[in-house]
C-alpha cells in the first residue's frame, strides 16, 4: 500500500495538540486564581463541551441546530436526578420513579448514563428530525428545544417544574471538566477524520454530489446528531455538578445563542475553533457580565445596573462575526492546517498553484490493462420505456437505451431532447413517470441515487460541483468511502486514481481553488473511486478547450481499458462523441431517432435535420 | 355547539394572528431566501412604542408602533443583514439571530428585564354578544386586521409595479435583476411591509395580554418559522394556511386537551410541524426555492 496519507503526521500531530494545548493552559489558569476564577474557568469548559458536541453536527454538516442545548439540558437533569441523595429528590420529585430516585451514583457513573442515555435520545429526535429537509433542520431543531423546554418546565413531578432542582452535589473539579473536555476534542477530532465523518462533511460541500456518489445523506447526518447530542449531555451533566442548581431556562435560549457564538465565532468547521471560540467567547462573556450589575472601568467612566450587557456584547461578536469573518477566528482550519502556524514550525506550504500539472496520457499506460475480470463485464444497464413530464410538458416519451460494462454509448440530441432527464431518471435523482430501469437484471426502480451509486452505477453533472474545502485527495478519497471503503482503502484508491488522472500534483489543494477545467477531471475522478460498473458523464468537456478536450477523451479511453466500466456520455462537442463512442444513440423531442455507429449517424438524414442542422453536412463534407 | 363555534372562533382569532407573522416571515424569506429571526424583535420593539407612547392618544401610539416596525426593519436591513446577502441560509439565520438578540437585550439594558404594563383602550377587552356568542372586541380586530392586511397584501402583490416587482424578486431573484429589477428597492420594500406587518402583530399582543417584555418577540417568531416551515419556505399562501392551522391546532387543545395534559400544549404543538415534515419535507404547498439542482 502506497504511503499517501490524507495529512501530514505533523499536521496531525499539531491538529490534536493545539486544542489539548489551549484546555491544559485554560486549567492552569483556573488552578492557580481565586475560587470564583476556578468555578468560572470549570463552567467554561463545561460549555466548551457542549460547543465542541454542536461543532460535530453543525461543523460537519453545515446543518444549523438550535436544539442541541435541548440535549445539554436533559443530560443536566438526568445527572442531577441520578445523583441527588433519595431524601432531595423525594422532596423536590415525588413522582419519579422508585430507582432513580434511590439512584445515587459518582460524578463519573452519572456521567457516563447521561452520555449513552442523551446519544439514544439524540438518535430518536433525529430519527425524524433528519428526514425533513436541509432547511427545515434549523427549524424543526428549534422547535424541539421549545419542545424540550416545555415539558420540562411543566413535568412538576419528575424534574422539578420551573422552580428547578437544588442541592444537587458540586462534584466537576477542574481537572475532571479538563479531562472530559480533552476527551470530547479526541471525539470531535475522531469522528472528522473518520470515513462516516468525511462522508458528512461531503454533503456540507454538496449535497446532491455528495449523493451521487453514495452518501445517505438523511443517515449520515443521524450519527453526527446522536454523537453530538451525547457530548452536549455531558457538558449539562457536568455543568450542574458544577453550578448545584438547575432551572429549565439554563439551557434555552440564551445558552443556545451563546454556545453558537462560541463556535462560529473560532470557526464552525474546526474542532481547534470550537475550543479557541468557546475561550475567547465566555472570556468577553464572564467580563461583561462582571460590570453588569455597575462597575467602574479603570476609573474613567461608571457603568451603572445594566442587565442583558453581556447578552449584547455576545449578540455584537456572532453579527461582527457572520459580517467580517463568517470563517471565524481559524478560518475554519484545524491548528496542522493553519499557514501562520505551518510557517512557524518550519514547514513548507501547499504547492504552487501555478505548477504545471503532471500528465499521463492513459490510453498508453501498460497499468491500464483491465483490472476487472472478464466474469464482471457481463449484465447490462436496461431502460425501457423511460416517459417523464414536468407539468404538462413531456420531456421523455418511452425511451429505451442499454448500457455494458466496457462499452461507450454516445448520448446526443439537441437542447431539450431530454438527455440530462434522462441520466436523473437512469442515476435515481428523478422517479420516472413510466418505464422500468434493470440493473443487472434486477429492476432497481425507486433506488436512492446513493444506493444506486453502491450498486455501481454513478455520475457527474454539467456543473463541477466541486467539495471547494476539501483537498483533491479527500474528495476522491470520499468517492471510495461513499460506497463503504475504510480510510486506508480510500486513500489508496484516491492517490491511485488521481495519479492516472495526472493530478496528483494537486492532492492537497483545495478542490475549490483548482481550476474549471481541472475541477471537471477531479469531478470525474470522484466518481471513478467508487468503482462504478456504469458511469454517465453529462457533458465533461464543455468547457475545455481543444487540448483539454483530447487530453479528456485520452483519460475517458483509459477510463473504459483499465477500470472496464461503461460509459454513458453525453456531449455537445461531436468530436469527443465520435472519437470515443463506438455506439450513439440520438434523442430528439423525447423520444430516440436513431440507435447507431457514428458514421450511420452522421449521414442520417433524419438525424442531421433534427440535431446537426443542415449547415453541419456543409461543414463536414467541406 | 355553542361551544363548538365557540371554540372555533377563538381558533380563527389565533390562526390569523398566527398566518400574520408567518406573512412577515415569509415575505423577507420569499425576497432574500433569509430565515429573519430578528422578526420578533420588530414584533417586540413596536410594541414598546405604545409602553414609551403610554400617555398620547392611543391613534397615535399606533402610528408610532407602525413607524418603529418599519424604521426598525429598515434600519436592520441597511446595517446587518445587506452584507451577508450573498451569504447562503445558514448564515443568514445566524446572523439574525445577533440582530435579535442585540435588539433584546438593548431593550433589556435600557427598559427593563421585566414586564412593563401597557394601557389599551377598554373596548379591547369588552365583549360583544353574538346571539349565543360572546365574541371579545380584540378577536373582531384581529379578524378585521387579518382581512384588511390580507386584502391590501393582495392588492400590492398583484395590482402594482412594487408588488410585480417583489413576486418577480421571489420567483428568481437573478433572473428579475437582469431583467431590470433594482435589488435595493425591492428588498427595502420587502422589509418595510414585513416590519409593518409585526407592528400590526405587536400591537396585537399588547393589547391581548396588557403588557410588554424584552422576551415577548421569541415565541411568535418560532410560531412564525415552524408556519413557514409547514407550509412550504416562500409560499405566501402556505404561510397563511400554516400560520391558521397552527393557531386553530394550539387554541382547540387549549379547548378540549385534558387537564393534566394542558401544560404541554405547546410540546404539543410543536411537535405536530415535524411530524408534518417527515411525509411532506417540503411542505404542505412544496418549497418555492430549495429543490435539488440536478
Redesign the interface.
Known amino acids: 500500500m502506497s504511503a499517501v496519507r490524507l495529512r501530514s503526521r505533523s499536521s496531525l500531530a499539531v491538529s490534536a495538540l493545539a486544542p489539548l494545548v489551549l484546555i491544559a493552559l485554560t486549567m492552569a489558569i483556573g488552578a492557580s486564581g481565586t475560587p470564583s476564577l476556578r468555578g468560572t474557568v470549570i463552567t467554561i469548559l463545561c460549555e466548551m463541551i457542549v460547543v465542541l458536541g454542536l461543532q460535530v453536527f453543525v461543523g460537519n454538516s453545515?446543518?444549523?441546530s438550535f436544539g442541541q442545548l435541548g440535549f445539554a439540558s436533559a443530560g443536566a437533569y438526568a445527572a442531577a436526578l441520578l445523583t441527588l441523595p433519595a431524601a432531595f429528590v423525594a422532596l423536590q420529585t415525588p413522582g419519579l420513579p422508585d430507582l432513580i430516585e434511590d439512584a445515587q451514583l459518582g460524578a463519573l457513573g452519572s456521567t457516563a448514563v447521561v452520555a449513552v442515555a442523551c446519544g439514544v435520545l439524540a438518535a430518536i429526535v433525529g430519527l425524524?428530525?433528519m428526514?425533513?429537509?436541509?432547511?427545515?433542520i434549523?427549524?424543526?431543531t428549534?422547535?424541539?428545544l421549545?419542545?424540550a423546554y416545555?415539558?420540562i418546565a411543566?413535568?412538576d413531578r419528575v424534574t422539578g417544574g420551573s422552580g428547578g432542582l437544588v442541592s444537587i452535589p458540586r462534584t466537576t473539579g477542574i481537572v475532571s471538566a479538563g479531562l472530559w473536555a480533552a476527551g470530547a476534542v479526541a471525539v470531535a477530532l475522531a469522528y472528522k477524520w473518520s470515513t462516516g465523518g468525511y462522508r458528512l462533511q461531503a454533503t456540507r460541500e454538496d449535497?446532491?454530489a455528495a449523493r451521487s456518489l453514495g452518501i445517505g445523506v438523511t443517515g449520515e447526518r443521524l450519527v453526527a446528531f446522536a454523537l453530538s447530542g451525547m457530548l452536549c449531555g455531558v457538558g449539562g451533566a457536568l455543568a450542574v455538578h458544577q453550578s448545584g442548581v438547575l432551572a429549565p431556562t439554563t439551557f434555552y435560549?440564551v445558552a443556545s445563542?451563546t454556545t453558537?457564538?462560541m463556535m462560529?465565532a473560532g470557526g464552525a468547521r474546526s474542532v481547534f475553533g470550537a475550543v479557541l471560540g468557546t475561550i475567547a467567547v465566555a472570556s468577553v462573556n464572564e467580563a461583561l457580565r462582571g460590570v453588569e450589575g455597575g462597575a467602574d472601568v479603570l476609573g474613567l467612566f461608571s457603568i451603572g445596573n445594566?442587565?442583558?450587557?453581556a447578552?449584547?456584547g455576545?449578540?455584537?461578536i456572532?453579527?461582527a462575526t457572520?459580517?467580517a469573518l463568517?470563517d471565524g477566528l481559524t478560518g475554519g482550519r484545524e491548528a496542522g492546517e493553519l499557514p501562520w502556524l505551518g510557517r512557524l514550525l518550519g514547514r513548507t506550504p501547499v504547492g504552487d498553484l501555478a505548477a504545471p500539472r503532471f500528465v499521463a496520457p492513459m490510453g498508453t499506460q501498460k497499468q491500464a490493462a483491465a483490472t476487472r475480470a472478464p466474469a464482471e463485464r457481463a449484465g447490462a444497464l436496461n431502460a425501457r420505456g423511460i416517459a417523464v413530464s414536468f407539468g404538462g410538458l413531456r420531456v421523455l416519451r418511452g425511451v429505451d437505451l442499454t448500457l455494458r460494462p466496457g462499452e461507450a454509448l454516445g448520448l446526443i440530441g439537441p437542447n431539450g431532447a431530454g438527455k440530462?432527464t434522462l441520466v436523473?431518471v437512469l442515476s435515481g435523482?428523478?422517479a420516472p413517470d413510466a418505464g422500468t430501469v434493470e440493473l443487472d437484471g434486477v429492476d432497481v426502480g425507486g433506488r436512492s441515487p446513493a444506493r444506486l451509486a453502491r450498486d455501481g452505477l454513478t455520475r457527474t453533472?454539467q456543473g463541477a460541483l466541486p467539495f471547494p474545502q476539501l483537498s483533491c485527495l479527500e474528495s476522491v478519497a470520499v468517492g471510495a468511502m461513499g460506497v463503504g471503503a475504510r480510510r486506508g482503502k480510500a486513500v489508496a484508491v484516491a492517490a491511485e486514481v488521481l495519479a492516472r488522472l495526472g493530478l496528483s500534483e494537486r492532492s492537497s489543494h483545495p478542490a475549490g481553488s483548482l481550476p474549471p477545467a481541472e475541477q471537471r477531471l477531479l469531478g470525474v475522478a470522484r466518481t471513478l473511486a467508487t468503482n462504478p460498473r456504469y458511469l454517465l458523464l453529462d457533458e465533461p468537456a464543455a468547457g475545455l478547450n481543444e487540448a483539454e478536450g483530447e487530453e479528456l477523451v485520452a483519460i475517458l479511453r483509459g477510463v473504459l481499458e483499465g477500470f472496464g466500466c461503461g460509459i454513458l456520455l453525453i456531449e455537445h462537442e461531436m468530436s469527443v462523441v465520435m472519437s470515443l463512442c463506438p455506439q450513439v444513440q440520438v434523442l430528439d423531442d423525447g423520444v430516440t431517432l436513431r440507435v447507431g455507429a457514428p458514421a450511420e449517424i452522421q449521414a442520417d438524414p433524419a438525424v442531421i435535420e433534427a440535431y446537426l442542422g443542415s449547415s453541419y453536412m456543409e461543414v463536414a463534407n467541406a | 355547539m355553542t361551544e363548538l363555534a365557540q371554540n372555533l372562533i377563538d381558533a380563527l382569532a389565533l390562526g390569523s394572528l398566527y398566518a400574520l407573522i408567518a406573512l412577515g416571515v415569509t415575505l423577507v424569506y420569499s425576497v432574500m431566501d433569509m430565515?429573519n429571526f430578528a422578526h420578533g424583535e420588530f414584533i417586540m420593539l413596536s410594541a414598546y412604542a405604545l409602553y414609551v407612547l403610554a400617555g398620547v392618544p392611543f391613534g397615535v401610539a399606533l402610528g408610532g408602533a407602525l413607524a418603529t416596525g418599519v424604521l426598525i426593519a429598515v434600519a436592520a436591513e441597511l446595517v446587518?443583514f445587506r452584507?451577508?446577502r450573498k451569504?447562503d441560509?445558514?448564515?443568514q439565520?445566524?446572523?439574525s439571530?445577533?440582530?435579535?438578540?442585540?435588539l433584546?437585550?438593548?431593550?433589556?439594558?435600557a427598559v427593563d428585564?421585566r414586564p412593563k404594563s401597557v394601557a389599551t383602550p377598554s373596548v379591547v377587552s369588552e365583549t360583544t354578544q353574538v346571539g349565543a356568542l360572546s365574541i371579545s372586541n380584540l378577536e373582531f380586530i384581529t379578524l378585521g386586521m387579518t382581512a384588511i392586511v390580507l386584502g391590501g397584501f393582495g392588492w400590492l402583490l398583484y395590482r402594482t409595479r412594487a408588488g410585480l416587482a417583489m413576486r418577480a424578486a421571489a420567483e428568481n431573484f437573478d433572473m428579475a435583476r437582469l431583467l431590470g429589477v433594482r435589488a435595493d428597492p425591492v428588498i427595502a420594500l420587502s422589509f418595510a411591509i414585513s416590519g409593518a406587518l409585526a407592528a400590526v402583530v405587536g400591537v396585537l399582543l399588547v393589547m391581548q395580554t396588557g403588557q410588554v417584555s424584552?422576551?415577548m418577540g421569541?415565541t411568535p417568531v418560532?410560531i412564525g418559522?415552524?408556519a413557514?416551515?409547514i407550509g412550504g419556505?416562500g409560499r405566501m399562501l402556505g404561510a397563511v394556511i400554516g400560520g391558521l392551522l397552527l393557531g386553530a391546532a394550539s387554541s382547540l387543545l387549549g379547548s378540549y386537551l385534558p387537564a393534566d395534559l394542558l401544560?404541554?400544549r405547546?410540546?404539543i404543538v410543536?411537535?405536530l410541524?415535524?411530524?408534518i415534515?417527515?411525509f411532506k419535507?417540503?411542505?404542505l404547498l412544496g418549497?418555492a426555492t430549495?429543490e435539488?439542482?440536478?
Open positions: 453545515g446543518v444549523y425524524p428530525l428526514r425533513t429537509s436541509t432547511l427545515a434549523p427549524i424543526s428549534f422547535a424541539f421549545i419542545v416545555n415539558v411543566n413535568w449535497e446532491v435560549f445563542v453558537l457564538t462560529v445594566t442587565p442583558g450587557l447578552a449584547i455576545v449578540g455584537l456572532l453579527l457572520m459580517v463568517p440530462t436523473n435523482f428523478l453533472f | 430565515m446587518a452584507p451577508v451569504a441560509m445558514s448564515a439565520l445566524v446572523t439571530l445577533a440582530v435579535a438578540t442585540i433584546q437585550n438593548v431593550v433589556m439594558a428585564a424584552p422576551t421569541l418560532l418559522f415552524v413557514v416551515t419556505f401544560p404541554f405547546d410540546a410543536f411537535s410541524p415535524v411530524a415534515l417527515v419535507p417540503q411542505g418549497a430549495g435539488a439542482r440536478v
